[in-house]
């Protein structure tokens, strides 16, 4: 018996011996056929990288996370090699790569264990399924989105309104942040399940204010288990799940009330979005899921851009002042604003994309190989060759630091110039570089679905805002450092951790 044991063990190791030597073959031969070299690897000083990770903790702790890779990339190039937890990785900051990620090679790719990681505050939804889910999460939201939805700006009226109310109201100096937040999720609501939240007024306040809170507990720890890969379930426990039980009894709260026989009574013959998804997702944890997945991006990642924007423009008062000019110009105190009138105002769109450019709402993303396959360049001395990434393998890829490459944006590519718009770039001067440098909201199928009713939400902000307090500048004593230096606060998206400190100024 003990022979048999043994022979069988033998004849295991024999034949895991073999496949791995048949591997290495192959992968051998794929690498010497396609000219793939090994790019730039990141040198660890510890075993299985575990300084890698040190180092990632640290510097979001200090909140400079961005400021970390872009460290990184700018030491070693463009695209990077690296040993983490023990795990073969990579990352890349070149337009080539991210076109064969997100576009040319977009089967070779999924988003690895995103799914698993989100679980437990986003479920199942559209930024979490792969496949056949994600493709039909997205043709459910797609008509939502046609801009003949939102054309006239009403949606943005009221809770806009309700803003300016507050602000009058208030304290001559004020953070703008806090309430970016809560009017993006008024929109939302409002936009896609027929009622706003309410969250800018007295009565529905503190629902709101424990839902924000408990979203930005449940996002700091879903970003901590994303940076430990396989290990993410070490990242976990009582605070991070009442907070995902909080989001998920606000969400449910949405359900019940605008699904009831009421409300369906009072928009009867009203497209609503909730009342298709809710058709299509009977189960009601599945149409949970899909809500808060909603829910995140119609918030978060417009009130960060709306809280970079006044961010920028009270620390660049002449760029502040052309922007004015160009709104009293078009609309003078005229609120008739339209989205057709918004994308008129070239400086206006440009002010938001150089905005977008140095602060992308979410400014690392991830995609893991499903099977063995190629990067086009990144390897070698010249850091030209292809290189191979086998399957399993993970690449990051950082927007935030691409956006800002002196040899696509010139050597002021970190200073806040709106201008830069108008004149011919160097990232002009290659086509695929031309598509594929500017990606503040992704590209390829996964492409984001909202990204024109999102620049439309925080134009016509701006517009009104600036209307209404058209002497608004920086408070004394509030910091003006360099442009990529602040601190930035690191979850699914990008924020200013000290806030959008401001002071009002009344026509």
Not at 57 to 68: G, I, K, P, T, Y
Not at 326 to 344: P, V
Not at 391 to 411: E, I, N, Q
Not at 438 to 449: D, K, T
Request: neutral net charge; contains cysteine.
């Amino acid at each position: 018996m003990s022979f048999q044991i043994l022979f069988l063990v033998g004849g295991l190791i024999i034949v895991v011996y073999v496949r791995s030597w048949q591997r290495e073959r192959a992968l051998k031969e794929i690498t010497t056929k396609s000219g793939c070299k090994s790019p730039p690897r990141l040198i660890n000083q510890r075993p299985w990288g575990v300084d890698r990770l040190e180092q990632i903790f640290r510097a979001d702790a200090e909140s400079r996370l961005m400021e970390l890779f872009l460290f990184h990339f700018r030491l070693w190039g463009t695209t990077l090699e690296q040993k983490f937890l023990g795990t073969q990785a990579f990352g890349t900051i070149e337009p080539r790569n991210l076109e064969a990620i997100l576009s040319s090679k977009f089967d070779d790719w999924n988003l690895g264990l995103r799914s698993e990681v989100m679980a437990p505050l986003f479920g199942q939804g559209i930024f979490t399924e792969d496949g056949s889910a994600w493709k039909t999460s997205r043709e459910l939201l797609r008509p939502q989105f046609t801009h003949r939805q939102y054309e006239d700006c009403e949606v943005f009226r009221e809770s806009t309104d309700t803003l300016l109310t507050i602000l009058e109201a208030g304290p001559s100096i004020v953070d703008l942040h806090p309430h970016f937040f809560a009017l993006t999720l008024d929109v939302t609501t409002a936009f896609l399940f027929g009622e706003s939240v309410g969250s800018l007024t007295d009565s529905a306040a503190k629902d709101a204010a424990d839902f924000a809170s408990a979203f930005n507990v449940a996002q700091d720890y879903v970003a901590k288990r994303m940076r430990l890969q396989d290990l993410y379930w070490l990242i976990g426990g009582k605070k991070f799940r009442n907070a995902c039980n909080t989001v998920h009894s606000f969400a449910d709260a949405i359900i019940d009330r605008n699904l009831s026989a009421n409300r369906k009574e009072e928009r009867a013959g009203k497209y609503v979005f909730l009342d298709s998804l809710a058709k299509a997702c009977p189960d009601r944890r599945v149409l949970r899921s899909q809500i808060i997945n909603i829910l995140v991006a119609g918030r978060d990642t417009t009130a960060c851009l709306i809280s970079w924007t006044f961010f920028m423009l009270v620390r660049h008062p002449k760029v502040l002042d052309n922007l004015k000019r160009e709104i009293d110009d078009a609309f003078g105190n005229d609120t008739g604003i339209s989205r057709t009138r918004l994308k008129d105002m070239p400086y206006l769109q440009n002010v938001l994309k150089e905005v977008l450019r140095l602060y992308p709402s979410v400014p690392v993303n991830t995609r893991t190989a499903v099977r063995d396959t190629i990067l086009p360049v990144g390897g070698g001395p010249d850091l030209q060759s292809p290189v191979f990434v086998p399957k399993g393998a993970a690449v990051a890829y950082s927007v935030y630091t691409m956006h800002r490459r002196p040899d696509f944006y010139g050597m002021d590519a970190e200073l806040f110039r709106p201008e830069r718009w108008e004149e011919k770039m160097p990232l002009e001067e290659d086509s695929i570089n031309a598509r594929w440098g500017y990606l503040p909201f992704n590209g390829g199928p996964r492409i984001c679905l909202g990204m024109d009713f999102g620049m439309t939400e925080a134009a016509y902000v701006l517009v009104r805002l600036l209307q209404r307090f058209p002497n608004m500048s920086l408070p004394s004593g509030e910091k003006v450092e360099l442009v990529g230096v602040e601190k930035q606060t690191m979850t699914l998206v990008m924020s200013s951790t000290e806030g959008c400190r401001v002071a009002l100024g009344v026509a």
